[in-house]
């Protein structure tokens, strides 16, 4: 494989050392991200124990992760470029204090409006905390091997984050009850808030433009309304009318939100920003790498405990395998990308998640097969790791640090809509299907084509073939 020239190998490909202070700044930023990771999927298992505690019926249990998901997600490129004018020390603190008041909240909830508040502003504090503390983390690590070990380390929490989620879910769920879900999140904002302080340099672009309005009326009402479409698609399908209109509603926000920033003086997203290969291609395997990768730990756990019949806790094992090889492949991710670039890494993670997806096909109903899942799941989430780290270092390579709020927000919406959009995508044809085992089949030939094809599109946009790749707009010639 040809060295990619644009990404020069390092005089050593030995691991960057970080002083002390490096070290507990990356402590405190990456323990936020991980909390917040741990939120997406920490609760899931929990959710049928409480909502027979707080007395909410079947059809309103999707409410305890919708509710989370709507404002993390719907405001993350607002916060972000807030974070950029205003301060982004400033809103992180404001985040974390947020989100650990209202992880106390949901913790000692009394019933489903005071549990479903707290879980809405959890992830308000998550859309502050998510694009703030990569912004911090980018502009304090110089560009080079010091910030691709820092987004090494914050990717593979990222993943992990998830994974121990599910496993931890429900652990303390069985052990404590539900509310030690929520009391966990509590107990790492009461760690990491008292430290960020002292640590954390102050961030913010040199000059004070005016904030884009309508840019940000029209994105955030067109995130929440995508958001709501297809995580309400996700456990109702989407013939619902609510599901239509919102999903309707999205889409035409947002055109509109594209159409507002071509004609504003001072844009909330800059579209040249968009234009650049680096930011919009690293932004499509983003979107990817992680709706896929979503995808598969859903149909997987739904085959482990329906035609295997394993029990939760076994479940978790296969699961915690994983965790432990993506944590490994965030160790030796930055020297692969060192030596081949994050163009290149991206691609070839791509290809490798797919192959591996595609080894899944394989699935039956003996006994083996759950040695085939738990080694595919595994290596396929060391690929999916390596195209998260090298999609975020091509999106935010090159961007100025006044602008490196915009190109985290990107970054990180990314990972909140390829979470949320994969499943209801792919994941319904899983769950309606009337033989499961065929349509988890189904589910994971049609994911493995999708990562595949989104590989080639990739290399062809980021010309990683041609051994260089430049940070130019899309349509340059």
Not at 93 to 115: E, I, M, R
Not at 155 to 171: P, R
Not at 204 to 224: E, F, K, N, Q, W
Not at 230 to 259: C, E, M, N, Q, Y
């Amino acid at each position: 494989m040809a060295i990619d020239t644009t990404n020069p190998v390092p005089d050593s490909l030995d691991t960057p050392r970080l002083s002390t202070r490096d070290k507990l700044v990356l402590f405190v930023l990456c323990a936020a991200q991980f909390m917040v990771a741990l939120d997406f999927s920490v609760l899931n298992v929990a959710l049928p124990v409480l909502g027979a505690d707080l007395g909410m019926s079947q059809s309103a249990l999707q409410w305890g992760v919708t509710a989370f998901a709507l404002p993390s997600g719907g405001f993350l490129l607002l916060f972000g470029r807030i974070g950029d004018l205003y301060g982004r020390r400033k809103l992180f603190l404001a985040g974390l204090a947020l989100f650990g008041a209202a992880s106390v909240l949901a913790t000692f909830a009394w019933d489903p409006a005071s549990f479903l508040a707290g879980r809405a502003l959890q992830g308000l504090g998550a859309a502050a905390i998510v694009p703030t503390g990569m912004s911090l983390l980018t502009t304090t690590f110089p560009e080079g091997p010091a910030r691709d070990r820092a987004l090494g380390i914050s990717g593979t929490l990222l993943s992990l984050g998830f994974t121990v989620g599910m496993v931890a879910g429900g652990t303390l769920t069985d052990t404590f009850g539900w509310r030690s879900t929520m009391g966990l999140l509590s107990l790492f904002a009461l760690i990491v808030l008292p430290l960020a302080p002292g640590l954390l340099p102050e961030s913010r672009t040199p000059y004070r433009p005016r904030l884009d309005v309508p840019g940000a009326i029209t994105v955030t009402g067109g995130l929440l309304s995508l958001i709501y479409a297809l995580s309400t698609a996700a456990d109702h399908g989407f013939g619902r009318a609510d599901v239509i209109v919102t999903l309707i509603a999205g889409l035409l926000l947002l055109a509109a939100f594209v159409k507002i920033e071509s004609r504003t003086a001072q844009p909330l997203v800059s579209l040249p920003m968009l234009r650049r290969r680096t930011v919009a291609w690293g932004n499509i395997g983003g979107l990817v790498t992680f709706s896929m990768m979503s995808t598969v730990v859903f149909v997987l756990t739904l085959y482990l405990q329906e035609v295997l019949h394993l029990s939760a806790f076994e479940t978790g094992l296969v699961f915690g395998v994983q965790g432990v090889l993506s944590a490994v492949a965030g160790t030796y991710a930055p020297r692969v990308i060192g030596r081949f670039g994050p163009r290149r890494t991206l691609v070839g993670s791509l290809v490798g998640q797919g192959i591996l997806i595609a080894a899944l096909l394989g699935l039956g109903t003996g006994s083996w097969s759950v040695w085939l899942a738990t080694a595919a799941v595994s290596l396929a989430s060391m690929c999916h790791l390596g195209a998260i780290i090298s999609y975020g270092i091509t999106v935010t390579s090159g961007v100025p640090d006044e602008e490196q709020g915009l190109a985290t927000g990107l970054v990180t919406s990314t990972q909140q809509v390829g979470i949320t959009v994969g499943i209801p995508l792919l994941g319904v044809l899983a769950t309606t299907s009337d033989d499961l085992l065929s349509g988890v089949h189904t589910v994971l030939a049609l994911d493995a084509v999708i990562v595949l094809a989104a590989a080639v599109l990739v290399a062809t946009g980021l010309r990683v073939r041609s051994g260089a790749v430049e940070a130019e707009p899309v349509g340059a010639r």
